[in-house]
């Protein structure tokens, strides 16, 4: 991954980007831009006038750029969502990170709301109206539902072969969470000591059972007290019942407190 931290380096690059569009040359142009960091591939697009963007729009599949919208402010959000066609922007909100989406969505006047989460898959819609019901500032608020659970009888060798399948999908993959089949969290497994463990053994025998967890309706401030005194890069969020609803990342708590 390329980042442009170099002033002379990014005018170049960005050059070779600008020129690949104008010269309406795709392979190039993805070639180059999605070597980007997805913060230089956020700031190039921002830069450029409507009939570029469009270009890129058709350059790029409805989740690459989905990793550009998550970054951009709500303006811009808004902006690119009446640029792009319904059918990509459906797509696009399908893949992103449920608390992503619904943090965009949650901006939009009702009508346009119900219209895009009606168009959604019906899971992602689920998860996204579950969100929106969550008040502003607590963790409920900030969770997000893509993250990995296994069962205490599991296999490593088999939660490995399966990480390859369904990590792309998930948040972070730092931890793993063991829930019951009604969705009851009652272990913690970390990726380091999955993959250090006997490719035979069991999760119930590796798993630890001392949980750092926070209730939907929990403070942020809470949420963020807790992961930075015990260094996690993300924590479970649970129901009044104790089923696991999602979890908060470092970086969105962190990215709340940069905006307040």
């Known amino acids: ?74 303006l811009q959000q808004k902006n690119c969502l009446l640029e792009l066609d319904r059918e990509y922007a459906i797509l696009m909100l399908n893949d992103l990170p449920s608390d992503d989406a619904a943090d965009f969505i949650g901006l939009l006047p009702n009508q346009e709301a119900d219209y895009l989460l009606n168009q959604m898959d019906q899971e992602e819609a689920d998860d996204i109206k ?42 972070t993959i730092y931890y793993l969470y063991v829930t019951d089949a009604t969705g009851k969290l009652f272990g913690v497994l970390s990726l380091r000591d999955l993959i250090v463990s006997n490719p035979d053994s ?23 007290h807790l992961m930075k005194k015990y260094g996690l890069p993300a924590i479970p969020v649970l129901r009044f019942d104790d089923i696991m609803i999602g979890i908060v990342t470092f970086d969105d708590i962190l990215t709340t407190i940069m905006l307040v």
Do not use: C, W
């Open 1 to 74: 991954m390329i980042k442009l931290n170099q002033l002379r380096y990014k005018e170049e690059y960005t050059y070779y980007l600008l020129l690949a569009i104008k010269e309406e040359n795709k392979d190039q142009f993805r070639t180059d831009f999605l070597e980007l960091h997805p913060a230089d591939q956020t700031q190039i697009f921002m830069a450029l006038d409507d009939s570029k963007r469009t270009r890129v729009y058709s350059f790029l599949t409805p989740s690459e750029f989905g990793d550009i919208f998550s970054e951009l402010p709500p």
């Open 130 to 171: 579950q969100l929106l019901t969550y008040f502003s500032g607590t963790a409920g608020s900030l969770l997000t539902t893509e993250f990995i659970s296994v069962r205490a009888t599991d296999s490593v060798a088999a939660i490995l072969q399966n990480l390859r399948l369904v990590a792309s999908h998930a948040e």
């Open 202 to 224: 069991l999760v119930q025998e590796i798993m630890a059972t001392q949980i750092i967890s926070v209730k939907a309706d929990s403070d942020l401030s809470e949420v963020g």
